[in-house]
Every structure is written in structure tokens, then in C-alpha cells.
């Protein structure tokens, strides 16, 4: 049984090392590696899974989606395994800011929705199926990749308060601000209907 200090211990090592595995920036790092060049110069500029696809390799683009959702996934794991479900929740939260603010990138990062479903399906997986639910359902009407992550985010803490997980419905509606504060540029074309669609190509110059 962990004493007071014990716990607040493990609560920051959680807050700390989540942040710092959440701010590795594989799309930056695969896309150099690949020979792709720096992908801060292209498209929207950020280092997530959708700027890597506008350089062209797909390949690249899923494995960043992946490594993006995963670092979050494994951080909550680790954390759940050393020292209990709050501390998961504070690693995976934590490892998302790493992504969307990271130290090494002057904190300029992505836009954290890979990062966000990694915490939710390493946490709560059955909540993360709902906002998956939802994406699918605003991206098949809308087409738009944007808009359908920003309702996925919404309908996670909605669904978590509803199924009785305080926890998880505070982490996600604090997650959820921090991923609309990140898509406010993408927010303005929305509401100005100017957003990209699904399957428009985008030009690597156009901030998107």
C-alpha cells in the first residue's frame, strides 16, 4: 500500500514520463530517416500521421499513426502495471501534451488524435470503440477527417460520464480542450466551409 507521499511520487514519475515518451516525434523522425525531408516544411506543418501522408508514402504515414497511438497506449500500460489506474490516466494524458507540445520541437507538435484513441483504448477500450464509432459515422456523412476527430472527441467524455467512469470522462474533457485548441485552425475553415475533404489531394504547400 503506497503512503501519501508515495502516491503523489508516483503521480508526478507519471505526469514526467509520460510527457517525455509522448514527445517523441516519430512522423519528424521517419519521414528524415525515409529521405523525405523535414515534413515541418510541408502541409500543415505539424509532425502527426496526416502531414507524413502528404509526402506521398502511405507506408510511412500508417506506421506514424501507429507509433503516435501507441506511445500513449504504452505509457498508461507501464504506469497502470508500476502504480495504478490514476497514474495510467496521468501518464496517457501526459504523453498526449508530450506530443501536441513537445520540449524538443520549441513546442510545435501535432495535433494529438492518434495520441488521444491510443490513451482511450489503453484505459478504456470500450470507450475508445465509441469515439471510433463516431468517427467513422461524421467521416462516411461529412467526409471530413477533422470534424469527425473533434465529435470523436466530444463523444468520449460523454460516453464515459454516462457508463459511470468519473475518471475517464474528466481525463477525456480535458484531452478533448486540448485537441480542439490544437484544430482551431481547422475549426475556422469549418465553420467558413473551406475544410478539406476526405480523398481532395492537398498540395504539400497548402496548410491544411
Given at each position: 500500500?503506497?503512503?501519501?507521499?508515495?502516491?503523489?511520487?508516483?503521480?508526478?514519475?507519471?505526469?514526467?514520463?509520460?510527457?517525455?515518451?509522448?514527445?517523441?516525434?516519430?512522423?519528424?523522425?521517419?519521414?528524415?530517416?525515409?529521405?523525405?525531408?523535414?515534413?515541418?516544411?510541408?502541409?500543415?506543418?505539424?509532425?502527426?500521421?496526416?502531414?507524413?501522408?502528404?509526402?506521398?508514402?502511405?507506408?510511412?504515414?500508417?506506421?506514424?499513426?501507429?507509433?503516435?497511438?501507441?506511445?500513449?497506449?504504452?505509457?498508461?500500460?507501464?504506469?497502470?502495471?508500476?502504480?495504478?489506474?490514476?497514474?495510467?490516466?496521468?501518464?496517457?494524458?501526459?504523453?498526449?501534451?508530450?506530443?501536441?507540445?513537445?520540449?524538443?520541437?520549441?513546442?510545435?507538435?501535432?495535433?494529438?488524435?492518434?495520441?488521444?484513441?491510443?490513451?482511450?483504448?489503453?484505459?478504456?477500450?470500450?470507450?475508445?470503440?465509441?469515439?471510433?464509432a463516431t468517427w467513422l459515422l461524421s467521416a462516411a456523412v461529412t467526409r471530413m477527417s477533422s470534424l469527425s476527430a473533434l465529435l470523436a472527441t466530444l463523444a468520449a467524455p460523454i460516453a464515459a460520464y454516462f457508463?459511470?467512469?468519473?475518471?475517464?470522462?474528466?481525463?477525456?474533457?480535458?484531452?478533448?480542450?486540448?485537441?480542439?485548441?490544437?484544430?482551431?485552425?481547422?475549426?475556422?475553415?469549418?465553420?467558413?466551409?473551406?475544410?478539406?475533404?476526405?480523398?481532395?489531394?492537398?498540395?504539400?504547400?497548402?496548410?491544411?
Amino acid at each position: 500500500m503506497f503512503s501519501n507521499i508515495d502516491t503523489l511520487y508516483a503521480q508526478i514519475f507519471a505526469l514526467v514520463g509520460g510527457y517525455f515518451l509522448g514527445s517523441i516525434p516519430f512522423g519528424l523522425l521517419l519521414a528524415k530517416l525515409a529521405g523525405q525531408g523535414d515534413i515541418r516544411n510541408i502541409g500543415s506543418g505539424n509532425i502527426g500521421a496526416t502531414n507524413v501522408l502528404r509526402t506521398g508514402r502511405k507506408d510511412l504515414a500508417l506506421i506514424t499513426l501507429v507509433l503516435d497511438a501507441g506511445k500513449a497506449g504504452i505509457a498508461a500500460f507501464i504506469f497502470l502495471k508500476l502504480f495504478g489506474f490514476i497514474p495510467s490516466l496521468l501518464a496517457g494524458g501526459a504523453a498526449l501534451l508530450g506530443h501536441c507540445y513537445p520540449v524538443w520541437l520549441k513546442f510545435k507538435g501535432g495535433k494529438g488524435v492518434a495520441t488521444y484513441f491510443g490513451v482511450l483504448f489503453a484505459t478504456a477500450w470500450p470507450i475508445a470503440l465509441i469515439a471510433c464509432a463516431t468517427w467513422l459515422l461524421s467521416a462516411a456523412v461529412t467526409r471530413m477527417s477533422s470534424l469527425s476527430a473533434l465529435l470523436a472527441t466530444l463523444a468520449a467524455p460523454i460516453a464515459a460520464y454516462f457508463m459511470g467512469k468519473s475518471e475517464i470522462a474528466i481525463l477525456t474533457a480535458i484531452l478533448s480542450l486540448v485537441i480542439f485548441i490544437r484544430h482551431k485552425e481547422n475549426i475556422g475553415r469549418i465553420l467558413a466551409g473551406t475544410e478539406s475533404r476526405i480523398g481532395n489531394k492537398t498540395r504539400a504547400g497548402n496548410k491544411k
